[in-house]
Structure formats: structure tokens, C-alpha cells
């Protein structure tokens, strides 16, 4: 997620569909996370906070004036 976000911001290529990817991967992340154990959540959480900053970097981007 993060290389994939790092090379597209550099150059400034396939910005809409890494976005969606790293969306689609987030989402995934969470709906795992609810299957496991409460106990257990706490390493994914990092994680997905990862791949959510590097979207949101991504679409800062995009949406820049």
C-alpha cells in the first residue's frame, strides 16, 4: 500500500485507481478485523491507519487547488 502510494505520488501516475485500490484494501482490513476476537483487533489496527493516511495523501493530491 504505502510503496504503491509513494510511486504513484512521484509520478504523479494512476493516482484514481491506487486510491481505489488501497480503498478496496481498507476495507478489507476492517471486515477482517470484525471477525477476530476483540482481544486480538489491536495489531490490524496500525495497520489500517497505514493504508488510510497513504489514501488520504493520494487524494490530497488529486483534489489539490
Request: hydrophobic fraction near 40%.
Amino acid at each position: 500500500g504505502e510503496l504503491a502510494s509513494k510511486a504513484a505520488l512521484d509520478t504523479n501516475h494512476r493516482l484514481k485507481k491506487t486510491e481505489i485500490k488501497l480503498r478496496e484494501l481498507s476495507h478489507r482490513m476492517s471486515d477482517i478485523r470484525k471477525t477476530w476476537a476483540f482481544e486480538d483487533r489491536a495489531p490490524l489496527d496500525p495497520a489500517i491507519q497505514r493504508v488510510e493516511a497513504a489514501r488520504n495523501k493520494l487524494l490530497d493530491r488529486m483534489f489539490q487547488k
